[in-house]
Protein backbone atom coordinates (compact mmCIF):
# COMPACT_ATOMS: atom_id res chain seq x y z
CA UNK A 1 0.00 0.00 0.00
CA UNK A 2 1.55 3.24 -1.19
CA UNK A 3 2.19 6.48 1.11
CA UNK A 4 -0.45 9.58 0.66
CA UNK A 5 1.78 12.06 -0.59
CA UNK A 6 1.33 14.55 1.53
CA UNK A 7 1.72 12.17 4.94
CA UNK A 8 4.98 11.33 2.42
CA UNK A 9 6.31 15.12 2.40
CA UNK A 10 5.47 15.81 6.22
CA UNK A 11 7.90 13.05 7.12
CA UNK A 12 10.27 14.22 4.85
CA UNK A 13 10.05 17.54 6.44
CA UNK A 14 10.12 16.67 10.38
CA UNK A 15 13.44 14.93 9.27
CA UNK A 16 14.45 17.87 7.79
CA UNK A 17 13.74 19.74 11.11
CA UNK A 18 14.92 17.29 13.43
CA UNK A 19 18.44 17.15 11.50
CA UNK A 20 18.85 21.07 11.29
CA UNK A 21 18.25 21.36 14.96
CA UNK A 22 20.44 18.67 15.15
CA UNK A 23 22.84 20.51 13.60
CA UNK A 24 22.57 23.79 14.98
CA UNK A 25 23.19 21.67 18.74
CA UNK A 26 26.36 20.16 17.76
CA UNK A 27 27.57 23.63 16.48
CA UNK A 28 26.52 25.23 20.01
CA UNK A 29 28.39 22.49 21.49
CA UNK A 30 31.12 22.42 19.37
CA UNK A 31 32.24 26.31 19.56
CA UNK A 32 31.01 26.22 23.59
CA UNK A 33 34.17 24.08 24.96
CA UNK A 34 36.19 26.25 22.74
CA UNK A 35 34.84 28.96 24.46
CA UNK A 36 36.98 31.33 26.71
CA UNK A 37 34.54 30.93 29.17
CA UNK A 38 35.33 27.04 29.39
CA UNK A 39 38.73 28.38 31.10
CA UNK A 40 36.38 30.09 33.58
CA UNK A 41 34.24 27.76 33.92
CA UNK A 42 36.92 25.12 34.80
CA UNK A 43 38.53 27.13 37.37
CA UNK A 44 35.41 28.65 39.35
CA UNK A 45 34.57 26.76 42.37
CA UNK A 46 31.50 25.58 44.32
CA UNK A 47 30.32 28.05 46.51
CA UNK A 48 30.89 27.75 50.60
CA UNK A 49 26.73 28.33 50.37
CA UNK A 50 24.24 27.08 48.12
CA UNK A 51 22.49 30.18 46.47
CA UNK A 52 19.64 31.81 47.87
CA UNK A 53 16.91 34.57 46.64
CA UNK A 54 17.35 36.08 43.98
CA UNK A 55 19.97 36.71 41.30
CA UNK A 56 20.65 38.85 38.54
CA UNK A 57 20.97 36.87 35.13
CA UNK A 58 22.36 37.85 31.42
CA UNK A 59 23.58 36.02 28.59
CA UNK A 60 25.94 37.41 25.75
CA UNK A 61 23.84 38.70 22.76
CA UNK A 62 20.73 37.77 24.34
CA UNK A 63 17.76 40.00 25.20
CA UNK A 64 14.62 38.07 25.81
CA UNK A 65 12.40 37.57 28.40
CA UNK A 66 15.23 35.81 30.89
CA UNK A 67 16.26 38.08 33.60
CA UNK A 68 17.72 35.71 35.78
CA UNK A 69 17.15 32.79 38.77
CA UNK A 70 15.27 32.99 42.38
CA UNK A 71 16.76 30.35 44.93
CA UNK A 72 15.72 28.30 47.75
CA UNK A 73 18.46 27.00 49.47
CA UNK A 74 16.95 25.44 52.24
CA UNK A 75 14.61 23.37 49.77
CA UNK A 76 17.35 22.72 47.23
CA UNK A 77 14.89 24.27 44.74
CA UNK A 78 14.26 27.57 42.23
CA UNK A 79 12.35 29.22 39.21
CA UNK A 80 13.34 30.96 36.65
CA UNK A 81 13.27 34.98 36.59
CA UNK A 82 10.85 36.19 33.34
CA UNK A 83 9.85 39.64 32.49
CA UNK A 84 6.60 40.15 31.42
CA UNK A 85 4.55 43.27 31.09
CA UNK A 86 2.82 42.37 34.51
CA UNK A 87 5.88 42.34 36.03
CA UNK A 88 8.76 39.44 37.15
CA UNK A 89 6.98 35.93 36.96
CA UNK A 90 8.41 32.83 37.83
CA UNK A 91 8.41 30.25 35.98
CA UNK A 92 9.81 27.26 35.42
CA UNK A 93 11.25 25.60 38.88
CA UNK A 94 14.15 23.26 39.04
CA UNK A 95 15.77 21.23 41.57
CA UNK A 96 19.55 21.84 42.93
CA UNK A 97 22.55 19.75 43.78
CA UNK A 98 26.11 19.59 43.93
CA UNK A 99 27.71 17.13 42.25
CA UNK A 100 30.23 16.04 38.99
CA UNK A 101 30.11 18.00 36.12
CA UNK A 102 28.54 16.30 32.89
CA UNK A 103 31.26 17.74 30.75
CA UNK A 104 33.98 18.50 33.05
CA UNK A 105 35.80 17.07 35.77
CA UNK A 106 34.80 19.63 38.54
CA UNK A 107 32.06 19.36 40.92
CA UNK A 108 29.35 22.25 39.90
CA UNK A 109 25.80 23.49 41.17
CA UNK A 110 23.51 21.56 38.95
CA UNK A 111 20.27 23.21 38.25
CA UNK A 112 18.24 20.15 36.95
CA UNK A 113 14.51 21.29 35.02
CA UNK A 114 13.69 17.28 35.03
CA UNK A 115 10.58 17.78 36.83
CA UNK A 116 6.21 16.96 35.79
CA UNK A 117 5.55 20.72 36.04
CA UNK A 118 7.93 21.65 32.81
CA UNK A 119 7.18 21.07 29.59
CA UNK A 120 8.88 18.21 28.07
CA UNK A 121 11.31 20.57 26.29
CA UNK A 122 12.60 21.77 28.99
CA UNK A 123 13.47 18.40 31.13
CA UNK A 124 15.93 17.96 28.31
CA UNK A 125 17.82 21.20 30.06
CA UNK A 126 20.01 20.82 32.90
CA UNK A 127 22.54 23.83 34.10
CA UNK A 128 25.55 23.71 36.02
CA UNK A 129 26.96 26.45 37.63
CA UNK A 130 30.28 27.52 39.82
CA UNK A 131 31.30 30.55 41.57
CA UNK A 132 33.81 32.81 39.90
CA UNK A 133 33.63 35.65 42.21
CA UNK A 134 31.79 37.02 45.34
CA UNK A 135 28.20 36.63 44.38
CA UNK A 136 29.18 35.90 40.92
CA UNK A 137 28.27 32.41 38.99
CA UNK A 138 29.37 31.53 35.60
CA UNK A 139 26.74 29.07 34.05
CA UNK A 140 26.35 26.28 31.87
CA UNK A 141 23.39 25.31 29.67
CA UNK A 142 23.30 21.40 28.92
CA UNK A 143 20.54 19.46 26.32
CA UNK A 144 20.72 16.04 27.95
CA UNK A 145 20.21 13.47 24.63
CA UNK A 146 19.28 9.94 26.32
CA UNK A 147 22.87 8.93 28.15
CA UNK A 148 24.62 12.11 26.35
CA UNK A 149 24.65 15.85 26.37
CA UNK A 150 26.02 19.05 24.22
CA UNK A 151 26.76 22.07 25.92
CA UNK A 152 25.11 24.67 24.26
CA UNK A 153 26.05 28.03 25.88
CA UNK A 154 26.66 30.14 28.84
CA UNK A 155 24.96 32.81 31.07
CA UNK A 156 26.10 34.21 34.47
CA UNK A 157 24.20 34.70 37.39
CA UNK A 158 24.90 38.23 39.99
CA UNK A 159 23.46 39.13 43.43
Known amino acids: MAVPKPIKTLGVAIVIV ?12 FWS ?12 TIPQQM ?4 YKG ?7 SW ?4 FDAKRGTGRNR ?3 PQGVELRYPFRTEVGGGVADAIQVVKIDY ?3 ENPWYLRRI ?13 GKVHVRWGPAHLTVGYFELRK
Open 51 to 54: PDGD
Open 126 to 138: LDEIVQVGPNDFL
Open 67 to 70: IGKT
Open 18 to 29: FLAGMAVLIWRD
Open 58 to 64: SVNGYSG
Open 33 to 44: RRSPNQARFTGG
Open 82 to 84: MQT
Open 114 to 116: DIP
